[in-house]
Protein backbone atom coordinates (compact mmCIF):
# COMPACT_ATOMS: atom_id res chain seq x y z
CA UNK A 1 0.00 0.00 0.00
CA UNK A 2 2.66 2.37 1.28
CA UNK A 3 5.18 1.22 -1.66
CA UNK A 4 5.97 4.54 -3.91
CA UNK A 5 5.20 4.02 -7.23
CA UNK A 6 7.71 4.16 -9.98
CA UNK A 7 6.31 5.11 -13.38
CA UNK A 8 6.30 2.78 -16.24
CA UNK A 9 7.65 3.07 -19.46
CA UNK A 10 4.98 1.65 -21.80
CA UNK A 11 3.77 4.54 -23.81
CA UNK A 12 -0.13 4.01 -22.97
CA UNK A 13 0.56 3.65 -19.47
CA UNK A 14 2.95 6.42 -19.17
CA UNK A 15 0.65 8.71 -20.56
CA UNK A 16 -2.53 7.63 -18.15
CA UNK A 17 0.24 7.77 -15.57
CA UNK A 18 1.46 11.84 -16.00
CA UNK A 19 -2.09 12.50 -16.96
CA UNK A 20 -3.16 10.96 -13.15
CA UNK A 21 -0.11 13.08 -11.56
CA UNK A 22 -1.05 16.35 -13.06
CA UNK A 23 -4.93 16.11 -12.02
CA UNK A 24 -3.92 15.10 -8.65
CA UNK A 25 -1.05 18.03 -8.39
CA UNK A 26 -4.03 20.32 -9.74
CA UNK A 27 -6.44 19.35 -7.44
CA UNK A 28 -4.34 20.19 -4.23
CA UNK A 29 -3.38 23.44 -6.28
CA UNK A 30 -6.85 24.35 -6.76
CA UNK A 31 -8.18 23.29 -3.50
CA UNK A 32 -6.07 25.39 -1.66
CA UNK A 33 -6.88 28.29 -4.06
CA UNK A 34 -10.79 27.86 -3.66
CA UNK A 35 -9.94 28.31 0.73
CA UNK A 36 -6.98 31.26 -0.15
CA UNK A 37 -9.37 33.15 -1.65
CA UNK A 38 -12.41 32.91 0.58
CA UNK A 39 -10.36 33.22 3.65
CA UNK A 40 -8.71 36.18 1.84
CA UNK A 41 -12.11 38.14 0.59
CA UNK A 42 -13.34 37.76 4.48
CA UNK A 43 -9.51 39.51 5.53
CA UNK A 44 -10.18 42.27 2.90
CA UNK A 45 -13.94 43.08 4.28
CA UNK A 46 -12.60 42.58 7.59
CA UNK A 47 -9.86 45.58 7.08
CA UNK A 48 -12.06 47.53 5.08
CA UNK A 49 -14.53 47.57 7.75
CA UNK A 50 -11.61 47.99 10.41
CA UNK A 51 -9.85 51.12 8.77
CA UNK A 52 -12.21 51.87 5.83
CA UNK A 53 -9.68 51.33 3.38
CA UNK A 54 -10.63 50.36 -0.22
CA UNK A 55 -8.58 46.95 -1.45
CA UNK A 56 -9.77 46.67 -5.05
CA UNK A 57 -6.95 44.61 -5.89
CA UNK A 58 -7.83 41.75 -3.47
CA UNK A 59 -10.40 38.97 -4.40
CA UNK A 60 -13.72 39.45 -3.54
CA UNK A 61 -14.18 35.80 -2.12
CA UNK A 62 -13.89 32.19 -2.92
CA UNK A 63 -13.30 31.76 -6.56
CA UNK A 64 -15.91 30.49 -8.23
CA UNK A 65 -15.05 27.37 -9.96
CA UNK A 66 -12.78 26.16 -7.91
CA UNK A 67 -15.10 23.39 -6.59
CA UNK A 68 -16.44 22.19 -10.09
CA UNK A 69 -12.85 21.74 -10.91
CA UNK A 70 -11.93 19.81 -8.60
CA UNK A 71 -14.79 17.67 -8.75
CA UNK A 72 -14.37 17.56 -12.41
CA UNK A 73 -10.58 16.67 -11.94
CA UNK A 74 -11.29 13.77 -9.26
CA UNK A 75 -13.67 12.15 -11.89
CA UNK A 76 -11.12 12.63 -14.27
CA UNK A 77 -8.54 11.24 -11.91
CA UNK A 78 -10.81 8.71 -10.36
CA UNK A 79 -11.15 6.96 -13.94
CA UNK A 80 -7.82 6.96 -15.33
CA UNK A 81 -6.65 5.52 -12.34
CA UNK A 82 -8.99 2.50 -11.82
CA UNK A 83 -7.68 1.78 -15.07
CA UNK A 84 -4.19 2.40 -13.75
CA UNK A 85 -5.09 0.12 -11.05
CA UNK A 86 -6.39 -2.58 -13.50
CA UNK A 87 -2.82 -2.37 -15.45
CA UNK A 88 -1.44 -2.93 -11.58
CA UNK A 89 -3.81 -5.81 -10.41
CA UNK A 90 -4.23 -3.01 -7.39
CA UNK A 91 -8.22 -3.19 -7.25
CA UNK A 92 -8.97 -4.89 -3.94
CA UNK A 93 -10.39 -8.46 -4.62
CA UNK A 94 -11.36 -11.77 -2.50
CA UNK A 95 -8.44 -14.36 -3.38
CA UNK A 96 -9.49 -16.54 -0.07
CA UNK A 97 -11.76 -18.43 -2.12
CA UNK A 98 -10.45 -18.74 -5.27
CA UNK A 99 -7.04 -19.82 -3.74
CA UNK A 100 -8.57 -23.24 -2.32
CA UNK A 101 -9.45 -24.44 -6.33
CA UNK A 102 -7.57 -27.12 -7.50
CA UNK A 103 -4.57 -25.52 -10.09
CA UNK A 104 -6.47 -26.30 -13.53
CA UNK A 105 -9.85 -24.72 -11.58
CA UNK A 106 -8.11 -21.67 -10.53
CA UNK A 107 -6.77 -20.86 -14.17
CA UNK A 108 -10.03 -21.18 -15.69
CA UNK A 109 -11.58 -19.51 -12.79
CA UNK A 110 -8.51 -16.67 -13.88
CA UNK A 111 -9.48 -16.78 -17.44
CA UNK A 112 -13.49 -16.23 -16.43
CA UNK A 113 -12.35 -13.09 -14.01
CA UNK A 114 -10.58 -11.31 -16.64
CA UNK A 115 -13.58 -11.72 -18.97
CA UNK A 116 -16.15 -10.41 -16.83
CA UNK A 117 -13.85 -7.40 -16.20
CA UNK A 118 -14.12 -6.90 -19.63
CA UNK A 119 -17.73 -7.45 -19.48
CA UNK A 120 -17.65 -4.81 -17.13
CA UNK A 121 -15.96 -2.83 -19.13
CA UNK A 122 -17.67 -3.33 -22.40
CA UNK A 123 -21.67 -3.13 -20.88
CA UNK A 124 -21.33 -0.32 -18.40
CA UNK A 125 -18.25 1.56 -18.65
CA UNK A 126 -18.67 2.08 -23.01
CA UNK A 127 -22.21 1.34 -23.47
CA UNK A 128 -24.09 2.76 -20.12
CA UNK A 129 -20.81 5.71 -20.72
CA UNK A 130 -21.44 6.68 -24.26
CA UNK A 131 -25.38 6.41 -23.51
CA UNK A 132 -24.27 9.21 -20.67
CA UNK A 133 -22.38 10.84 -22.93
CA UNK A 134 -25.09 11.34 -25.45
CA UNK A 135 -27.81 11.97 -23.09
CA UNK A 136 -25.47 15.23 -21.56
CA UNK A 137 -25.30 16.21 -25.11
CA UNK A 138 -28.52 15.99 -26.12
CA UNK A 139 -29.56 17.90 -23.21
CA UNK A 140 -26.85 20.40 -23.65
CA UNK A 141 -26.18 20.46 -19.83
CA UNK A 142 -23.67 22.66 -18.58
CA UNK A 143 -21.66 23.33 -15.08
CA UNK A 144 -23.03 26.79 -14.16
CA UNK A 145 -19.38 28.54 -12.95
CA UNK A 146 -17.18 26.85 -15.56
CA UNK A 147 -19.23 26.72 -18.50
CA UNK A 148 -18.06 23.34 -19.41
CA UNK A 149 -20.17 21.02 -21.31
CA UNK A 150 -21.29 18.22 -18.89
CA UNK A 151 -20.65 15.76 -21.72
CA UNK A 152 -17.01 16.43 -21.55
CA UNK A 153 -16.71 15.05 -17.40
CA UNK A 154 -18.82 12.08 -18.71
CA UNK A 155 -16.48 11.41 -21.51
CA UNK A 156 -13.94 9.41 -18.92
CA UNK A 157 -16.11 6.59 -18.68
CA UNK A 158 -15.99 5.00 -21.70
CA UNK A 159 -12.14 6.20 -22.33
CA UNK A 160 -11.57 4.82 -19.01
CA UNK A 161 -13.71 1.48 -20.21
CA UNK A 162 -11.43 1.13 -23.35
CA UNK A 163 -8.02 1.16 -21.45
CA UNK A 164 -9.69 -1.12 -18.65
CA UNK A 165 -10.38 -3.40 -22.24
CA UNK A 166 -6.85 -2.92 -23.27
CA UNK A 167 -4.71 -3.94 -19.82
CA UNK A 168 -6.93 -6.71 -19.12
CA UNK A 169 -6.25 -8.25 -22.47
CA UNK A 170 -3.03 -7.67 -21.74
CA UNK A 171 -3.30 -9.52 -17.90
CA UNK A 172 -5.02 -12.55 -19.35
CA UNK A 173 -2.65 -12.97 -22.05
CA UNK A 174 0.24 -12.87 -19.68
CA UNK A 175 -1.58 -15.36 -17.09
CA UNK A 176 -2.27 -17.66 -19.67
CA UNK A 177 1.13 -17.58 -20.78
CA UNK A 178 2.64 -18.36 -17.18
CA UNK A 179 0.62 -21.09 -17.14
CA UNK A 180 1.63 -22.46 -20.44
CA UNK A 181 5.07 -21.93 -19.33
CA UNK A 182 4.56 -24.06 -16.24
CA UNK A 183 2.56 -27.09 -17.59
CA UNK A 184 5.61 -26.92 -20.01
CA UNK A 185 9.10 -26.87 -17.23
CA UNK A 186 8.11 -29.86 -14.80
CA UNK A 187 9.30 -28.49 -11.41
CA UNK B 1 -38.47 -8.18 -4.15
CA UNK B 2 -37.52 -11.83 -3.72
CA UNK B 3 -36.27 -12.20 -6.73
CA UNK B 4 -33.72 -8.85 -6.45
CA UNK B 5 -32.14 -10.42 -3.62
CA UNK B 6 -31.80 -13.64 -4.82
CA UNK B 7 -30.24 -12.56 -8.07
CA UNK B 8 -27.67 -9.75 -6.10
CA UNK B 9 -26.32 -12.53 -3.69
CA UNK B 10 -26.07 -15.17 -6.29
CA UNK B 11 -24.59 -13.29 -8.41
CA UNK B 12 -22.32 -11.54 -5.60
CA UNK B 13 -21.05 -14.80 -4.30
CA UNK B 14 -19.88 -16.26 -7.70
CA UNK B 15 -18.10 -13.24 -8.80
CA UNK B 16 -16.40 -12.68 -5.14
CA UNK B 17 -15.82 -16.66 -4.93
CA UNK B 18 -13.64 -15.89 -8.86
CA UNK B 19 -11.46 -13.48 -7.45
CA UNK B 20 -13.44 -10.66 -9.58
CA UNK B 21 -12.27 -7.42 -7.60
CA UNK B 22 -15.25 -6.09 -5.64
CA UNK B 23 -15.89 -2.76 -7.56
CA UNK B 24 -16.55 -4.69 -10.67
CA UNK B 25 -18.66 -7.42 -8.32
CA UNK B 26 -20.81 -5.09 -6.99
CA UNK B 27 -21.42 -3.34 -10.41
CA UNK B 28 -22.15 -6.54 -12.20
CA UNK B 29 -24.56 -7.75 -9.68
CA UNK B 30 -26.11 -4.41 -9.71
CA UNK B 31 -26.28 -4.33 -13.29
CA UNK B 32 -28.28 -7.74 -13.49
CA UNK B 33 -30.57 -6.34 -10.30
CA UNK B 34 -31.59 -3.82 -13.00
CA UNK B 35 -31.56 -5.78 -15.65
CA UNK B 36 -34.04 -8.07 -14.05
CA UNK B 37 -36.57 -4.64 -12.86
CA UNK B 38 -36.26 -3.77 -16.45
CA UNK B 39 -34.37 -0.54 -16.69
CA UNK B 40 -31.66 0.33 -18.93
CA UNK B 41 -29.02 -0.99 -16.74
CA UNK B 42 -26.21 0.17 -18.69
CA UNK B 43 -26.98 3.60 -18.48
CA UNK B 44 -28.36 3.43 -14.91
CA UNK B 45 -24.94 1.61 -13.49
CA UNK B 46 -23.00 4.29 -15.33
CA UNK B 47 -24.96 7.13 -14.66
CA UNK B 48 -25.41 6.34 -10.90
CA UNK B 49 -21.23 5.03 -10.80
CA UNK B 50 -20.10 8.85 -12.33
CA UNK B 51 -22.51 10.99 -9.96
CA UNK B 52 -21.39 9.00 -6.95
CA UNK B 53 -17.30 10.02 -7.66
CA UNK B 54 -18.61 13.60 -8.73
CA UNK B 55 -18.37 15.16 -4.98
CA UNK B 56 -17.20 17.38 -2.90
CA UNK B 57 -16.94 15.91 0.23
CA UNK B 58 -14.80 12.87 -1.51
CA UNK B 59 -12.26 14.75 -2.48
CA UNK B 60 -10.93 14.72 1.12
CA UNK B 61 -10.05 11.26 0.06
CA UNK B 62 -7.38 11.56 -2.22
CA UNK B 63 -6.07 14.37 0.10
CA UNK B 64 -5.84 12.53 3.12
CA UNK B 65 -4.13 9.88 1.38
CA UNK B 66 -1.64 11.96 0.20
CA UNK B 67 -0.39 13.50 3.29
CA UNK B 68 -0.66 10.42 5.01
CA UNK B 69 1.77 9.20 2.25
CA UNK B 70 3.78 12.35 2.59
CA UNK B 71 4.19 11.86 6.64
CA UNK B 72 4.63 8.00 6.30
CA UNK B 73 7.51 9.15 4.00
CA UNK B 74 8.58 11.43 5.96
CA UNK B 75 10.15 9.97 8.61
CA UNK B 76 8.01 10.74 11.39
CA UNK B 77 8.25 7.09 13.23
CA UNK B 78 11.30 7.58 15.03
CA UNK B 79 10.47 11.02 16.22
CA UNK B 80 6.89 9.86 17.09
CA UNK B 81 9.07 6.81 18.91
CA UNK B 82 11.27 9.31 21.20
CA UNK B 83 7.86 10.76 22.44
CA UNK B 84 5.76 7.86 23.73
CA UNK B 85 9.49 6.39 24.87
CA UNK B 86 9.56 9.21 27.23
CA UNK B 87 6.16 8.99 27.70
CA UNK B 88 5.90 5.05 28.51
CA UNK B 89 9.34 3.63 27.84
CA UNK B 90 10.37 3.90 31.72
CA UNK B 91 7.33 1.25 32.53
CA UNK B 92 8.30 -2.71 33.34
CA UNK B 93 7.83 -3.71 29.69
CA UNK B 94 8.36 -0.15 28.57
CA UNK B 95 9.17 -0.99 25.19
CA UNK B 96 5.54 -2.50 24.26
CA UNK B 97 3.62 0.34 25.28
CA UNK B 98 5.89 2.31 23.09
CA UNK B 99 5.09 1.05 20.59
CA UNK B 100 1.45 0.30 20.60
CA UNK B 101 1.51 4.44 21.54
CA UNK B 102 3.88 4.90 18.32
CA UNK B 103 1.12 2.70 16.31
CA UNK B 104 -1.68 4.86 17.71
CA UNK B 105 -0.34 8.27 16.77
CA UNK B 106 1.37 7.22 13.08
CA UNK B 107 -1.80 5.87 12.40
CA UNK B 108 -3.77 8.62 13.44
CA UNK B 109 -1.45 11.05 11.61
CA UNK B 110 -1.19 8.62 8.61
CA UNK B 111 -4.29 6.92 8.01
CA UNK B 112 -3.31 4.05 7.17
CA UNK B 113 -2.91 0.93 9.30
CA UNK B 114 -0.69 -0.74 6.71
CA UNK B 115 1.48 1.80 6.83
CA UNK B 116 1.59 2.16 10.26
CA UNK B 117 2.64 -1.75 11.02
CA UNK B 118 5.51 -1.12 8.52
CA UNK B 119 6.48 1.98 9.23
CA UNK B 120 6.45 1.76 13.26
CA UNK B 121 7.40 -2.19 13.11
CA UNK B 122 10.52 -2.15 10.65
CA UNK B 123 11.98 -0.31 13.81
CA UNK B 124 9.95 -1.54 16.81
CA UNK B 125 9.85 -5.36 16.44
CA UNK B 126 14.09 -5.27 15.58
CA UNK B 127 14.25 -3.30 18.79
CA UNK B 128 12.07 -5.63 20.57
CA UNK B 129 13.44 -8.40 19.33
CA UNK B 130 16.82 -7.13 20.37
CA UNK B 131 15.32 -6.29 24.25
CA UNK B 132 14.15 -9.39 24.83
CA UNK B 133 10.34 -9.63 23.75
CA UNK B 134 9.04 -12.28 22.22
CA UNK B 135 9.05 -11.91 18.20
CA UNK B 136 5.50 -13.37 17.92
CA UNK B 137 4.61 -11.31 20.47
CA UNK B 138 5.96 -8.30 19.34
CA UNK B 139 4.43 -8.94 15.62
CA UNK B 140 0.89 -9.52 17.09
CA UNK B 141 1.06 -5.89 19.06
CA UNK B 142 2.35 -3.88 16.18
CA UNK B 143 -0.47 -5.61 14.05
CA UNK B 144 -3.28 -4.69 16.41
CA UNK B 145 -2.26 -1.44 17.36
CA UNK B 146 -1.61 0.23 14.17
CA UNK B 147 -5.61 -0.74 13.36
CA UNK B 148 -6.44 1.88 15.95
CA UNK B 149 -5.46 4.45 14.00
CA UNK B 150 -8.37 4.01 11.60
CA UNK B 151 -10.55 5.38 14.28
CA UNK B 152 -8.39 8.19 15.54
CA UNK B 153 -9.17 11.14 13.88
CA UNK B 154 -8.24 12.04 10.81
CA UNK B 155 -9.59 9.06 8.75
CA UNK B 156 -10.33 8.46 5.55
CA UNK B 157 -12.48 5.64 6.07
CA UNK B 158 -14.83 7.71 8.52
CA UNK B 159 -15.41 9.60 4.61
CA UNK B 160 -16.15 6.52 3.14
CA UNK B 161 -18.81 5.56 5.60
CA UNK B 162 -20.05 9.27 5.65
CA UNK B 163 -20.89 9.16 2.05
CA UNK B 164 -22.52 5.65 2.41
CA UNK B 165 -24.64 6.34 5.63
CA UNK B 166 -25.94 9.00 3.65
CA UNK B 167 -24.35 12.29 4.74
CA UNK B 168 -23.09 11.99 7.96
CA UNK B 169 -21.25 14.80 9.25
CA UNK B 170 -17.33 14.20 8.98
CA UNK B 171 -16.44 16.37 11.78
CA UNK B 172 -18.87 14.30 14.03
CA UNK B 173 -17.12 11.17 13.11
CA UNK B 174 -14.16 12.85 13.24
CA UNK B 175 -14.59 13.37 17.17
CA UNK B 176 -16.56 10.68 18.07
CA UNK B 177 -13.59 8.38 17.06
CA UNK B 178 -11.45 9.84 19.47
CA UNK B 179 -12.33 7.89 22.47
CA UNK B 180 -13.20 4.89 21.05
CA UNK B 181 -9.66 5.15 19.09
CA UNK B 182 -8.08 5.31 22.81
CA UNK B 183 -9.95 2.83 24.62
CA UNK B 184 -8.95 0.21 22.03
CA UNK B 185 -5.55 1.00 22.34
CA UNK B 186 -5.78 0.64 26.05
CA UNK B 187 -7.11 -2.81 25.58
CA UNK B 188 -4.08 -3.67 23.76
CA UNK B 189 -1.80 -2.25 26.05
CA UNK B 190 -3.95 -4.65 28.49
CA UNK B 191 -2.55 -7.22 26.83
CA UNK B 192 1.10 -5.92 27.21
CA UNK B 193 0.49 -5.51 30.96
CA UNK B 194 -0.77 -8.83 31.43
CA UNK B 195 1.90 -10.43 29.68
CA UNK B 196 4.60 -7.98 31.71
CA UNK B 197 2.66 -9.38 34.73
CA UNK B 198 3.01 -13.45 33.63
CA UNK B 199 6.76 -12.65 33.35
CA UNK B 200 7.55 -11.92 29.42
CA UNK B 201 11.54 -11.21 29.75
CA UNK B 202 11.30 -7.57 27.85
CA UNK B 203 12.26 -4.97 29.76
CA UNK B 204 11.59 -1.09 30.50
CA UNK B 205 14.11 1.65 29.29
CA UNK B 206 15.78 3.82 31.60
CA UNK B 207 15.38 7.65 31.39
CA UNK B 208 18.60 9.34 31.37
CA UNK B 209 17.41 11.58 34.84
CA UNK B 210 20.52 13.27 36.18
CA UNK B 211 20.93 15.35 39.17
CA UNK B 212 21.26 14.73 43.17
CA UNK B 213 17.95 16.46 44.53
CA UNK B 214 14.79 15.67 43.65
CA UNK B 215 14.64 19.44 42.00
CA UNK B 216 17.26 18.27 39.74
CA UNK B 217 15.82 14.99 38.89
CA UNK B 218 12.32 16.82 38.78
CA UNK B 219 13.97 19.35 36.27
CA UNK B 220 15.91 16.87 34.13
CA UNK B 221 12.60 14.68 33.59
CA UNK B 222 10.55 17.76 32.05
CA UNK B 223 13.52 18.33 29.92
CA UNK B 224 13.30 14.89 28.66
CA UNK B 225 9.94 15.36 28.30
CA UNK B 226 9.65 18.55 26.03
CA UNK B 227 12.45 17.41 23.94
CA UNK B 228 10.45 14.35 22.76
CA UNK B 229 7.70 16.27 22.54
CA UNK B 230 9.03 19.11 20.51
CA UNK B 231 10.88 16.78 18.17
CA UNK B 232 6.96 15.36 18.00
CA UNK B 233 5.23 18.28 18.02
CA UNK B 234 4.80 19.08 14.34
CA UNK B 235 4.31 15.83 13.28
CA UNK B 236 0.85 15.98 15.88
CA UNK B 237 0.10 19.47 14.23
CA UNK B 238 -1.26 17.97 11.45
CA UNK B 239 -4.25 16.42 13.84
CA UNK B 240 -4.87 19.81 15.20
CA UNK B 241 -4.75 21.84 12.41
CA UNK B 242 -7.45 19.19 10.48
CA UNK B 243 -9.40 19.05 13.63
CA UNK B 244 -9.29 22.11 14.73
CA UNK B 245 -9.97 23.86 11.55
CA UNK B 246 -12.82 21.91 10.83
CA UNK B 247 -14.37 22.85 14.03
CA UNK B 248 -13.75 26.09 14.12
CA UNK B 249 -15.72 25.91 10.59
CA UNK B 250 -12.23 28.09 9.00
CA UNK B 251 -12.86 25.17 6.35
CA UNK B 252 -14.83 21.99 5.20
CA UNK B 253 -13.09 18.33 5.78
CA UNK B 254 -12.13 18.60 1.85
CA UNK B 255 -10.25 22.04 2.14
CA UNK B 256 -8.74 20.71 5.88
CA UNK B 257 -7.28 17.75 3.91
CA UNK B 258 -6.03 19.88 0.94
CA UNK B 259 -4.05 21.99 3.96
CA UNK B 260 -2.79 18.47 5.55
CA UNK B 261 -1.40 17.90 1.89
CA UNK B 262 0.08 21.34 2.13
CA UNK B 263 1.32 21.54 5.35
CA UNK B 264 2.97 17.64 5.48
CA UNK B 265 4.36 18.60 1.72
CA UNK B 266 6.37 21.59 4.07
CA UNK B 267 7.48 18.85 6.68
CA UNK B 268 8.51 15.77 4.49
CA UNK B 269 10.12 17.73 1.98
CA UNK B 270 11.40 21.52 2.88
CA UNK B 271 11.84 20.80 7.26
CA UNK B 272 12.71 17.42 7.49
CA UNK B 273 14.20 16.93 3.71
CA UNK B 274 13.20 13.33 3.54
CA UNK B 275 11.14 13.50 0.64
CA UNK B 276 13.06 14.12 -1.99
CA UNK B 277 11.09 16.33 -4.77
CA UNK B 278 12.03 13.94 -7.90
CA UNK B 279 10.08 11.46 -5.36
CA UNK B 280 6.71 13.54 -5.58
CA UNK B 281 5.40 12.20 -8.93
CA UNK B 282 6.27 8.88 -7.56
CA UNK B 283 3.87 9.68 -4.46
CA UNK B 284 1.40 11.37 -6.41
CA UNK B 285 0.78 8.62 -8.64
CA UNK B 286 0.39 6.55 -5.93
CA UNK B 287 -1.92 8.17 -3.80
CA UNK B 288 -4.02 8.45 -7.30
CA UNK B 289 -4.30 4.97 -7.57
CA UNK B 290 -5.28 4.25 -4.24
CA UNK B 291 -7.77 6.51 -4.53
CA UNK B 292 -8.79 5.48 -7.55
CA UNK B 293 -8.96 2.12 -6.20
CA UNK B 294 -11.74 3.55 -3.41
CA UNK B 295 -13.41 5.60 -5.94
CA UNK B 296 -14.27 3.11 -8.06
CA UNK B 297 -15.82 0.94 -4.95
CA UNK B 298 -17.88 4.05 -3.94
CA UNK B 299 -19.14 4.67 -7.50
CA UNK B 300 -19.99 1.08 -7.82
CA UNK B 301 -21.60 1.13 -4.42
CA UNK B 302 -23.61 3.91 -5.07
CA UNK B 303 -25.24 2.13 -7.74
CA UNK B 304 -25.98 -0.60 -5.24
CA UNK B 305 -27.53 1.35 -2.17
CA UNK B 306 -30.19 2.84 -5.29
CA UNK B 307 -31.24 -0.25 -6.42
CA UNK B 308 -31.29 -1.80 -3.06
CA UNK B 309 -33.24 1.43 -1.68
CA UNK B 310 -35.21 1.21 -5.22
CA UNK B 311 -36.52 -2.37 -4.11
CA UNK B 312 -36.73 -1.38 -0.43
CA UNK B 313 -34.66 -4.40 0.40
CA UNK B 314 -32.43 -2.85 3.72
CA UNK B 315 -36.37 -2.13 5.09
CA UNK B 316 -36.84 -5.95 4.38
CA UNK B 317 -33.80 -6.94 5.99
CA UNK B 318 -34.38 -4.34 9.35
CA UNK B 319 -37.72 -5.79 9.41
CA UNK B 320 -36.50 -9.35 9.12
CA UNK B 321 -33.92 -9.17 11.85
CA UNK B 322 -36.43 -7.43 14.08
CA UNK B 323 -38.50 -10.59 13.27
CA UNK B 324 -36.07 -12.53 14.80
CA UNK B 325 -35.62 -10.66 18.11
CA UNK B 326 -36.69 -7.66 19.55
CA UNK B 327 -33.76 -7.51 22.14
CA UNK B 328 -31.04 -4.38 21.01
CA UNK B 329 -28.14 -6.87 22.94
CA UNK B 330 -28.90 -9.94 20.91
CA UNK B 331 -29.12 -8.17 17.81
CA UNK B 332 -26.18 -5.87 17.92
CA UNK B 333 -24.35 -9.54 19.06
CA UNK B 334 -25.92 -10.59 15.61
CA UNK B 335 -24.47 -7.81 13.26
CA UNK B 336 -21.10 -7.42 15.10
CA UNK B 337 -20.71 -11.38 14.93
CA UNK B 338 -21.49 -10.97 11.19
CA UNK B 339 -19.46 -8.47 10.39
CA UNK B 340 -16.18 -9.91 12.25
CA UNK B 341 -17.03 -13.03 9.64
CA UNK B 342 -16.89 -10.56 7.09
CA UNK B 343 -13.52 -8.76 7.95
CA UNK B 344 -11.71 -12.00 7.87
CA UNK B 345 -11.89 -12.56 4.01
CA UNK B 346 -13.15 -8.84 2.80
CA UNK B 347 -11.41 -5.46 2.98
CA UNK B 348 -12.81 -2.46 5.24
CA UNK B 349 -13.72 -0.06 2.45
CA UNK B 350 -16.14 -2.48 0.56
CA UNK B 351 -17.35 -4.02 4.02
CA UNK B 352 -18.62 -0.57 5.23
CA UNK B 353 -19.40 0.29 1.66
CA UNK B 354 -22.06 -2.94 1.43
CA UNK B 355 -22.82 -3.28 4.65
CA UNK B 356 -24.07 0.55 5.76
CA UNK B 357 -26.92 0.65 3.59
CA UNK B 358 -28.10 -2.83 5.22
CA UNK B 359 -27.53 -2.22 8.38
CA UNK B 360 -27.88 1.46 9.39
CA UNK B 361 -31.78 0.70 9.40
CA UNK B 362 -31.97 -2.12 11.96
CA UNK B 363 -29.88 0.48 14.16
CA UNK B 364 -31.54 2.90 14.07
CA UNK B 365 -34.68 0.89 15.42
CA UNK B 366 -32.43 -0.02 18.34
CA UNK B 367 -31.52 3.56 18.48
CA UNK B 368 -35.14 4.45 19.12
CA UNK B 369 -35.64 1.98 21.90
CA UNK B 370 -32.23 3.62 23.07
CA UNK B 371 -34.03 7.14 23.01
CA UNK B 372 -30.93 8.11 20.68
CA UNK B 373 -31.50 10.52 17.55
CA UNK B 374 -31.22 9.64 13.80
CA UNK B 375 -27.66 10.92 13.19
CA UNK B 376 -26.01 10.25 16.60
CA UNK B 377 -26.81 6.51 15.91
CA UNK B 378 -25.83 7.44 12.42
CA UNK B 379 -22.37 8.33 14.34
CA UNK B 380 -22.36 5.45 16.96
CA UNK B 381 -22.91 2.79 13.99
CA UNK B 382 -19.79 4.17 12.33
CA UNK B 383 -17.23 3.76 14.80
CA UNK B 384 -19.01 0.47 15.76
CA UNK B 385 -18.38 -1.19 12.06
CA UNK B 386 -14.84 0.40 11.83
CA UNK B 387 -13.88 -0.59 15.27
CA UNK B 388 -14.78 -4.31 14.21
CA UNK B 389 -13.18 -4.20 10.66
CA UNK B 390 -10.29 -2.92 12.36
CA UNK B 391 -10.22 -6.51 13.58
CA UNK B 392 -10.72 -8.03 10.50
CA UNK B 393 -7.02 -6.23 9.32
CA UNK B 394 -5.71 -8.62 11.90
CA UNK B 395 -7.09 -11.90 11.10
CA UNK B 396 -5.84 -14.82 9.05
CA UNK B 397 -6.07 -16.09 6.71
CA UNK B 398 -6.82 -12.65 4.49
CA UNK B 399 -5.80 -9.71 7.16
CA UNK B 400 -3.45 -6.77 5.21
CA UNK B 401 -1.98 -5.85 8.55
CA UNK B 402 -1.10 -8.99 9.79
CA UNK B 403 0.46 -10.37 6.35
CA UNK B 404 2.22 -7.09 6.57
CA UNK B 405 3.48 -7.50 10.07
CA UNK B 406 4.48 -11.29 8.96
CA UNK B 407 6.82 -9.66 6.37
CA UNK B 408 8.22 -7.00 8.78
CA UNK B 409 8.84 -9.17 11.83
CA UNK B 410 10.02 -12.04 9.21
CA UNK B 411 7.66 -14.62 11.06
CA UNK B 412 4.10 -16.64 9.79
CA UNK B 413 0.69 -16.20 10.22
CA UNK B 414 0.78 -19.77 12.24
CA UNK B 415 3.47 -18.71 14.54
CA UNK B 416 2.01 -15.09 15.55
CA UNK B 417 -1.71 -16.67 15.40
CA UNK B 418 -1.65 -18.08 19.21
CA UNK B 419 0.08 -14.55 20.26
CA UNK B 420 -2.62 -12.85 18.64
CA UNK B 421 -5.62 -14.48 20.28
CA UNK B 422 -5.33 -12.59 23.63
CA UNK B 423 -5.44 -9.18 21.84
CA UNK B 424 -8.10 -10.25 20.05
CA UNK B 425 -10.22 -11.11 23.22
CA UNK B 426 -9.04 -7.69 24.04
CA UNK B 427 -10.33 -6.05 21.05
CA UNK B 428 -13.29 -7.82 20.94
CA UNK B 429 -13.93 -6.59 24.50
CA UNK B 430 -13.18 -2.90 23.49
CA UNK B 431 -15.46 -3.55 20.84
CA UNK B 432 -18.52 -4.61 22.52
CA UNK B 433 -17.74 -1.81 25.03
CA UNK B 434 -17.80 1.16 22.40
CA UNK B 435 -20.98 -1.04 20.90
CA UNK B 436 -23.15 -1.47 23.92
CA UNK B 437 -21.98 2.53 25.59
CA UNK B 438 -22.80 4.67 22.86
CA UNK B 439 -21.90 7.51 25.22
CA UNK B 440 -18.67 7.00 25.22
CA UNK B 441 -19.20 7.50 21.17
CA UNK B 442 -21.07 10.54 21.42
CA UNK B 443 -19.28 12.28 24.64
CA UNK B 444 -17.00 13.98 22.83
CA UNK B 445 -19.35 15.38 19.56
CA UNK B 446 -21.69 16.47 22.28
CA UNK B 447 -19.49 18.53 23.70
CA UNK B 448 -19.36 20.62 20.04
CA UNK B 449 -22.68 20.48 19.60
CA UNK B 450 -22.50 17.59 17.43
CA UNK B 451 -24.92 16.26 15.73
CA UNK B 452 -27.42 19.03 15.62
Known sequence: MSEIQTIRTRPLVKLLEILVILAMS??????????????????????MEQWSISLGFLPDGQIKWSEELARFLMVWASLLGAALAF??????????????????????????AHLLVMAFAVLILIKGGVTLVEHARSSGQM???????????????PMSGLFVIIFTIENMLADLRRSFLDEEVPE | ?????????????????????????????????????????????????????????????????????????????HRLINFAAVLVGWLPGGLAYV??????????????????????????????????????????????????????????????????????????????????????????????LLRTMQGMTGKGERLQVVGNTRGERLRSVMALLWTGFSQA????????????????????????????????????????????????????????????????LIGASSGMSWILASQNIPQAVSAALLGLSENP????????????VVGTFMDMTPAVLIFTPIF???????????????????????????????????????????????????????KVTPQLIPFFIAMIAALLLITYWPALTLLVPGWFGLPK
Open chain 2, 1 to 77: MIEIIVIMLVSFVILMALDVPIAVTIAGATFLCVVATGGDASFIVANKMANGIDSFTLLAIPFFVLSGLLMGQGGIA
Open chain 2, 99 to 192: NAVTCMLFGSISGSASAAVSSVGSFMIPEMNRKGYPKEFNVALTTTAATTGLIIPPSNIMIVYSMAAGSVSVAALFLAGILPGIVMGLAIMGVC
Open chain 1, 26 to 47: ALVIDVLLGVGTRQLGMLKFWM
Open chain 1, 143 to 157: TPALGLRKWVVYLVV
Open chain 2, 360 to 414: LPVMQKIGLIWGLTESEVSIHFGIIIIANLCIGLCTPPVGSCLFIGCGVGRTTIA
Open chain 2, 233 to 296: ALSLLLVVIVIGGILSGIFTATEAAAIAVAYSFYLAVIHYKEVKLKEMPGILLQAGITTSVVML
Open chain 1, 87 to 112: ERRAHLGVDFFASKFHPSTRKLAQSI
Open chain 2, 329 to 340: IVLLLAINLLLL
